[in-house]
């Protein structure tokens, strides 16, 4: 399995095993977040097979990627194609190949099974006869491919959408329960089973060049559920680097004035701070270690519950 080097992230993922599933509602950077453990991957010499079925993986996004062309992408697969894609590839591959699969979405994938029943009965038909079929598709594909996964040690990332809740709705009509789980997930409570770790991200305050993102473990098998803050940059992503800057201008290891940052006992503006940092190995060596040094207390200070234990 993958560790995480990130001195921020593997606070809340140790490291990347079996079934990973990012939830979230729409906007909190899931598809983004997928990247961001991708190049984790990438960086430990793991083939990806991509299955984008929302068409979502842009030429933009794409740019994200540490190393593109390891990236195998299946674009706008129907589900049953891609539980048979999987089983395709995992009975060909050799004992050496490190390979993981990511799939972006399960709320965004459709079914074979819906799409022939509506073309040939309509959408009346189906709406007697649909009930549940992702809940049972999935839960029975899970059941098959979750001892592979464990065996061969294949990274299964998945991002599933939570949806609003209809007491929630404020044009529902219907009095708001602000009690218990706000959302749920299509695909039933299968996907939550079989997963080794479930990631949460939620939409925080925004800033003028992204927006700053909770991430929450809400399960694991190797560490108590625990969560961070981390920046989410329009166009980097999330980025470490960026998230160590962002970080130290929160916690005014950075001091800033209106527009003026202090660093190193000289003002800058924020982009010519930016590329004096990030152009310097030895610059940016020194904002990791100022950060590490604030952010490591911060750590150790939470209740022992929420501590990872190395």
Request: no cysteine; aromatic share 12%.
């Amino acid at each position: 399995m993958v560790e995480i080097q990130d001195i921020f992230l593997k606070n809340v993922l140790k490291r990347i095993e079996n079934i990973v599933l990012i939830t979230g509602f729409a906007g909190a950077g899931k598809s983004t977040f997928i990247i961001r453990l991708a190049n984790e991957l990438l960086k430990n010499d793991y083939k990806i097979y991509f299955f984008d079925t929302e068409g979502q993986l842009s030429l933009e996004r794409q740019k994200l990627f540490i190393n593109p062309e390891k990236i195998i992408i299946k674009k706008s697969i129907f589900f049953e194609d891609l539980i048979d894609e999987f089983f395709k590839i995992t009975n060909k591959l050799d004992a050496n190949e490190k390979i993981a699969f990511i799939w972006d979405s399960v709320a965004g994938t459709s079914l074979k099974s819906e799409f022939e029943i509506i073309v040939k009965e309509g959408i009346n038909e189906f709406s007697s006869t649909g009930i549940a079929f992702m809940s049972r598709l999935l839960s029975l594909s899970l059941r098959n491919i979750s001892p592979i996964i464990t065996k061969q040690q294949i990274p299964f990332i998945i991002t599933n959408q939570y949806r609003q809740k209809i007491n929630l709705n404020p044009y529902s009509g219907i009095p708001a329960s602000y009690y218990g789980e706000k959302g749920n997930m299509p695909g039933g409570e299968a996907l939550k089973h079989f997963s080794s770790s479930i990631i949460e991200l939620t939409r925080k305050e925004q800033d003028d060049d992204g927006i700053w993102v909770k991430i929450r473990l809400l399960k694991s098998k190797i560490q108590p559920p625990t969560e961070i803050e981390y920046f989410l940059n329009y166009s980097l992503g999330f980025d470490e680097n960026y998230n160590l800057f962002k970080y130290a201008i929160k916690k005014k290891l950075i001091k800033q004035s209106g527009g003026w940052y202090e660093w190193n006992d000289k003002k800058y503006r924020h982009d010519d701070l930016l590329i004096h940092i990030f152009k310097s190995d030895k610059e940016l060596e020194k904002l990791r270690k100022l950060v590490e040094e604030n952010y490591q207390p911060e750590i150790e200070n939470l209740p022992d519950v929420l501590i990872v234990k190395e």
